[in-house]
């Protein structure tokens, strides 16, 4: 077995595992009982999951690697079908991260060709189509961002778009057509669900699973990961890996985060997300938003530990969002988050960095709406609905509803806010 660095003096890899025993140092680890290190670092790399099937092919894969001194071929498909990544999705990034630090190989998957059908895992009606160009802006997106988790040694990550092997002739796709049958598409969940429903199922999407399981046999994965949602997806990959003469591969699936409303999956589309590249302060101020029935959820699967049980909830949260915002921005970020979201939300004062926005105004007034569409990127009815409900303040005077068109001195030298995190310091170009 191929054992990556090991800066904390561990047997297999850091962050919780068994540190080394008296007088015992990492060469004669490593020399230890073969397949009682394999066990334990299968137990270890399987203890947050929520299967691990077959029962024991982890196991058996980490043993075979061992044997054939060669690391495993650890796969995960992303389809990019949305800009960013968020928390939800460093679940499994996390857990890729795991197997790269234990000295394997991470496939990522940019599911450039899955994309273009949509998974239809857990939805009640077939997904809207993305254009092209969606598509390969938010696959480099997706690519760049999981560098804030994965290690980008080449040595240990590869980076692969499934239009590669996707973009196949009429005679190879009848041969992956050729795997499977209707009748185990249909026992799937969501497609029973809708069939019982007489909901529309279009081919394409029973298409879908067959094209994440080739995958599998383009990338000749050892193992693959996934969120529970994808269980039948990596377990029909292993017959159709066995249908083309390849090992089948053994799954993990990890629990699905709930987002920032404690109920539902995190999911930009329901704007329960926490991207990984928003401001600090989002990070900071949407993390103390999680409910307190989901704090357990979060410490577990983001940070891979147990709510502090000597802090209430509050306090518990305060830590989560510092981490989070150092992990992806660094502990000075962490601090200064925590400084602004006291000085805005308890103290009731400015942050202490306000960015600046010109505005022209050559008829000499300013039609709020269209200010804040540009300078914040909601839309002009939604400016008018904030306006409304007194969410925007100019200075210290809140708008009134009827107030969408100001004199340009009004404006110039004021801080506008919108809600409660969004600030611009005004100046007339």
Same mark, same amino acid.
């Given at each position: ?106 496939? *990522?998957?940019?599911? @450039?060709?899955?994309?273009?059908? +949509?998974? =239809?895992?857990?939805?009640?009606? !077939?997904? &809207?189509? $993305? ?103 990596? *377990?029909?990959?292993? @017959?159709?890996?066995?249908?083309? +003469?390849? =090992?089948?591969?053994?799954?993990? !699936?990890? &629990?699905? $985060? ?172």
């Amino acid at each position: 077995m191929r054992v990556g660095a090991n800066p904390c003096g561990c047997t297999w890899g850091h962050g919780g595992l068994r540190p080394l025993r008296k007088g015992e140092s990492l060469a004669l680890a490593r020399m230890a009982d073969d397949d009682r290190q394999a066990s334990e670092i299968a137990a270890w790399l399987a203890r947050n999951a929520v299967d691990s099937l077959p029962t024991g092919a982890l196991q058996a894969k980490l043993e075979l690697a061992q044997r054939e001194g060669r690391p495993l071929r650890v796969k995960l498909g992303i389809d990019p079908t949305a800009p960013d990544l968020h928390l939800g999705h460093t679940v499994v990034l996390t857990k890729l991260r795991e197997f790269q630090d234990l000295g394997h190989t991470v496939v *990522l998957i940019v599911g @450039d060709y899955t994309a273009r059908v +949509g998974d =239809p895992s857990g939805r009640s009606s !077939t997904r &809207p189509q $993305l254009s092209g160009e969606e598509i390969d802006r938010n696959a480099q997106t997706f690519s760049d961002q999981a560098f804030r988790v994965l290690d980008d040694d080449p040595s240990r990550l590869e980076v692969r778009r499934n239009g590669e092997w996707l973009d196949m002739s009429m005679e190879d796709l009848l041969r992956l057509a050729a795997t499977t049958t209707v009748a185990q598409l249909i026992e799937r969940d969501d497609f029973d669900r809708r069939h019982r429903a007489r909901e529309p199922i279009s081919i394409l999407e029973l298409l879908y699973p067959l094209m994440q399981g080739f995958d599998s046999v383009a990338v000749r994965a050892d193992v693959e990961l996934g969120g529970t949602d994808q269980k039948f997806n990596l *377990l029909l990959g292993r @017959d159709i890996q066995r249908a083309y +003469g390849q =090992p089948e591969q053994a799954i993990l !699936t990890m &629990p699905i $985060l709930v987002g920032t409303d404690g109920r539902d999956k995190m999911s930009k589309s329901l704007g329960n997300q926490i991207g990984v590249t928003e401001a600090p302060d989002e990070i900071y101020g949407k993390t103390l938003r999680v409910p307190d029935t989901a704090l357990d959820a979060y410490y577990g699967l983001l940070l891979g530990r147990e709510t502090p049980a000597e802090l209430g909830p509050r306090d518990a949260k305060r830590a989560l969002a510092r981490e989070l915002v150092g992990r992806f921005w660094g502990p000075e970020a962490a601090q200064r988050a925590e400084a602004d979201f006291d000085r805005v939300f308890v103290a009731r004062e400015l942050p202490e960095e306000v960015p600046e926005a010109s505005f022209s105004a050559p008829e000499g007034s300013v039609h709020v709406p269209a200010l804040l569409a540009e300078l914040f990127g909601v839309s002009r009815s939604d400016a008018r609905r904030l306006i409304g409900q007194g969410g925007v303040r100019v200075g210290d005077r809140v708008l009134e509803p009827g107030e969408q068109d100001l004199p340009a001195e009004a404006l110039d030298g004021q801080v506008l806010r919108v809600g409660k995190r969004r600030f611009a310091r005004l100046r007339r170009s």
